[in-house]
C-alpha cells in the first residue's frame, strides 16, 4: 500500500479523558508513518467548548472527519466506543472502527442501558466514580490508578490524574440513533486485567464486532502497552 492511501487514524478518548491520554501511541505511531488525530470532546481536554452529550460529541467527531477528506480508522476507547459507533454513521470516509476496550451499543442503547443488559460485574470503576448533584461525574484521585492505570507506570499516575475533568452524566444515559459497526468493519481490543470495563462485558459487546484482539492489560492499553495497541491500530490500517 502507498503512503497516499495509508488511512489516518483518529483518536476517541473516554470518559474525563482527553487526547492527551494518547501521547504514548501516537508516538509509536508516528515511528511507523501512520499519521494519527486525537480528538479532544467538547469540554475536555484543551476544547473550549462547553460539555455536550453523547449526541453532541458524536456530531463533533462526525464534523472532524468531514474536515480530514481522506480514509479514516477510527478508535474509540471506553465511552468513546458510544461516541465512534454514532459518528461514523454520518460520514463517508471511515473504513474500519476500533473499540479500544469500549462500548459497542446499538440503536436505541445507551451506555449505561448496555451495562444494564449485560450479566452483573463488580469493577474498581465503581467504587472510583463520583455522582454528584450537579449531572456531572469525576473520578476519586485516590482510586484511579486501580479503576484506570493498573498496569501503567505508577510514576505517571499523578500526571494523568491531574489532567481528568468531570463527565456529564447524560454522555452515559442518551440513546443512540445509529450504529456504524452493523454496517463497517470493526476490531474489539479486549483487554483481560481492565478494572473499569470486565471482560465479560467485553466478551458480549466484542460479539457485535467483525474481529477481536485480546491484550493482557489494563483500561489504558494506549498507555501500558502502547506498542503492542500500534501493532494491531498498523495492521488494520495496511491490511
Known sequence: M???????VVLVHGAWHGAWCFAALQAELDARGIASLAVDLPGHGTSLEPFSDLLGDADHVTSVLGAIGQPVVLVGHSYGGSVITQAAAAATNVRHLVYLTAFVPDVGESTVGLMQIMPPAQVELSNAMVISGDGF??????????AFYGMCNPAATPANVARLCPQPFVTFTQQLTAAAWSTLPSTYVRCTEDAAIHVTHQDYMSARCTNVVTLATDHSPFASMPT????????????
Open 137 to 146: 461525574s469525576t473520578i476519586d484521585p485516590e482510586r484511579a490508578h486501580a
Open 2 to 8: 502507498s503512503e497516499s492511501q495509508i488511512p489516518i
Open 228 to 239: 503492542e495497541t500500534a501493532n494491531i491500530i498498523e495492521h488494520i490500517c495496511l491490511s
